[in-house]
């Protein structure tokens, strides 16, 4: 499965939020993977869904990077139960520190 690539500038210490479009009545919910030593979740919010049926919503991941370089976050589009992914998304942040 390829996936797709995006890359990010972030600042140490500061949120960066990715979103990603998903459709949650078909039970597919983006799933983040990353190294929890280099970044934190801070939040996952879903966007509430439009009022026509079955439409796409928006899903989003604030992440709070925990150290500079090259981050790598990989979104899994999959059901809580199954095991493999329908489709991947990959985020690099390229984190630098602030300056003053």
Not at 13 to 24: A, E, R
Not at 42 to 62: D, I, N, V
Request: net charge negative; proline share 8%.
């Amino acid at each position: 499965m390829e996936a797709d690539v995006v890359s990010l500038a972030a600042t140490l210490g500061q949120p960066v939020v990715v979103s990603l479009d998903v459709n949650p009545t078909t039970g597919y919910l983006w799933q983040p993977v990353f190294n929890s030593e280099e970044m934190t979740l801070q939040e996952r919010h879903l966007s509430p869904p439009p009022a026509t049926p079955g439409a796409a919503t928006t899903e989003s991941f604030q992440f709070v990077p925990q150290r500079s370089g090259q981050l790598r976050i990989v979104f899994e589009l999959r059901r809580t139960w199954e095991r493999e992914a329908r489709e991947q998304r990959v985020c690099l942040l390229d984190v630098k520190e602030e300056r003053g």
